[in-house]
């Protein structure tokens, strides 16, 4: 079985400010790992995945995310975030059998 | 392309009423999931297609749901009867493969009163 952990259910930051957003994930094979962002009212939008090598992942809106085995973790960070940041950011795993295990979300607010 | 459309956006009901939400997935795509989502629970897979053959209805809550993908571009969720415990917002999400990650919809805000 799968599951993720999202260590912080919110994340107020000041704009501008580095954030980064803690998921920590648990599964007994090879994995797929995803970010995903929902902006109020809207579906999910894939931000960045890792599939396999690079550890640094790269992904939309300036968010990067460094996959740790040794600590099954996959922190999502930003060195510097807007106002229009503010969202929903959701982890999930995956793995052979093309389903997907959300983690319960983090609530990003950025404040001027 | 126009991404994975769902409707309604929002339907109300009454308690028994049936119900039934409707995704239309991104052309090519062989894999469709239909997720609900509640600030209790989170998000929960409810059941996902392969090629139009469900795969893994596990999720589905009990008997009262049922879901279909007649073709390749269709899928209908249908709730009966509805309950309140039903309100909540159902997501249809497809992808070719597991590499690709999801495309979601926009989600249909149901509420039963």
């Known amino acids: 079985a799968q599951s993720v952990t999202q260590l912080d259910s919110q994340v107020p930051v000041f704009e501008e400010a580095p954030v980064e957003l803690r998921c920590n994930y648990s599964?007994?094979?090879?994995?797929?790992l995803f970010w995903y962002v929902q902006y109020p009212n809207q579906g999910l939008q894939l931000l960045l995945k890792?599939?396999?090598?690079?550890?640094l992942v790269k992904g939309i809106n300036g968010f990067e995310a460094e996959f740790n085995k040794s600590q099954t973790s996959f922190h999502l960070r930003k060195p510097s975030v807007h106002i229009s940041d503010t969202a929903e950011y959701f982890c999930?795993?995956?793995?052979?059998?093309?389903?997907?295990?959300f983690g319960k979300g983090t609530l990003l607010t950025v404040n001027p | 392309d126009a991404g994975v459309i769902q409707s309604p956006r929002h339907e109300v009901t009454e308690m028994g009423q049936e119900v039934t939400l409707r995704c239309k997935p991104i052309?090519?795509?062989?894999?469709l999931f239909w997720y609900r989502q509640t600030m209790m629970r989170g998000l929960e897979l409810l059941i996902y297609?392969?090629?139009?053959?469900?795969?893994?209805d596990s999720g589905m809550p009990e008997d009262r749901f049922s879901a279909k993908m007649p073709n390749a571009s269709f899928s209908t969720l249908k709730i009966q009867p509805s309950e309140p415990r039903d309100s909540a917002v159902y997501f249809c999400?497809?992808?070719?493969?597991?590499?690709?990650?999801?495309?979601f919809g926009s989600g249909t805000r149901l509420t039963v009163v």
């Open positions: 999400a497809s992808s070719l493969g597991q590499v690709g990650g999801y495309t």
């Open positions: 599964s007994s094979v090879s994995v797929y």
């Open positions: 890792y599939l396999s090598g690079s550890t």
């Open positions: 999930a795993v995956g793995g052979s059998n093309y389903k997907l295990t």
């Open positions: 052309s090519g795509h062989d894999y």
């Open positions: 297609f392969n090629n139009n053959v469900p795969i893994d």
